[in-house]
Nanobody, 116 residues
Framework: VRLVESGGGLVQPGGSLRLSCAAS????????LSWYRQGPGKERELVAR????????NYADSVKGRFTISRDNNKNTVYLQMNNLKPEDTAKYYC??????????WGQGTQVTVSS
């Protein structure tokens, strides 16, 4: 199983980035997909989640209205569109995949730095 994140980088405040996470797994469409982040000196926190059924989404309050999570089951990929980025969004972002029976995996993370 591999989860490969990409799309991180350095961006100025107010800018945008799109993270991608490609998963080499079976039954991708039946899994819940999430993005977490861990900033310097902080605990890992949930940023956004999209369910397997109905693609229901939920977001951390700090990113609502700015970030959008989406999935493409044909490409086994989950995305995180991040707009109006703020310095406090600086963190390492991780994708996470989880099935109802408990199996779950983490990606290796991609760094996002928001700075002028």
């Amino acid at each position: 199983v591999r989860l490969v994140e990409s799309g991180g980088g350095l961006v100025q405040p107010g800018g945008s980035l799109r993270l991608s996470c490609a998963a080499s797994v079976f039954s991708f469409s039946t899994a819940d997909l999430s993005w977490y982040r861990q900033g310097p000196g902080k605990e890992r926190e949930l940023v956004a989640r999209i369910s397997s059924v109905g693609s229901t989404t939920n977001y951390a309050d700090s990113v609502k209205g700015r970030f959008t999570i989406s999935r493409d089951n044909n490409k086994n990929t989950v995305y995180l569109q991040m707009n109006n980025l703020k310095p406090e969004d600086t963190a390492k972002y991780y994708c996470h995949i989880a099935w109802p029976w408990g199996t779950n995996y983490w990606g290796q993370g991609t760094q996002v730095t928001v700075s002028s």
